[in-house]
């Protein structure tokens, strides 16, 4: 069974930095395309980054880059996302999945990020 489970989330000041993990189970991560999303209240889930399978090439969405940093451990089977420079604005519940190819069908239950100004 693929499992996906986020932790790191929490409460920072503005111009901290969290870092989130996303624990996998079920599968070999550095087989997949894994990517993190966020979802604040009111508003769509976002892409921020994803990392290909061979952790060669990362792409992040222009509001977080230069900031958020992707990057997995294959030994522990884990993908983390380095938050610095965090912003209000930044505050969601964050999510990791896994791409099938076509779809992100596999998601995480999310950790909750929030930002304080």
Do not use: H
Not at 47 to 52: A, D, N, V, W
Not at 79 to 90: F, G, R
Not at 107 to 112: D, E, F, H, I, V
């Amino acid at each position: 069974e693929v499992q996906l489970v986020e932790s790191g989330g929490g409460l920072v000041q503005a111009g901290g930095s969290l870092r989130l993990a996303c624990a996998a189970s079920g599968f070999t991560l550095d087989d997949y395309v894994i990517g993190w999303f966020r979802q604040a209240p009111g508003k769509e889930r976002e892409g921020l980054s994803c990392i290909s399978s061979s952790a060669d090439r990362a792409y992040y969405v222009d509001s977080v880059k230069g900031r958020f940093t992707i990057s997995r451990d294959n030994a522990r089977n884990t993908l983390y996302l380095q938050m610095n420079s965090l912003k209000p604005e930044d505050t969601a519940v964050y999510y990791c999945a896994k791409w099938d190819g076509n779809s992100w069908p596999d998601w995480g239950q999310g950790t909750q990020v929030t930002v304080s100004s």
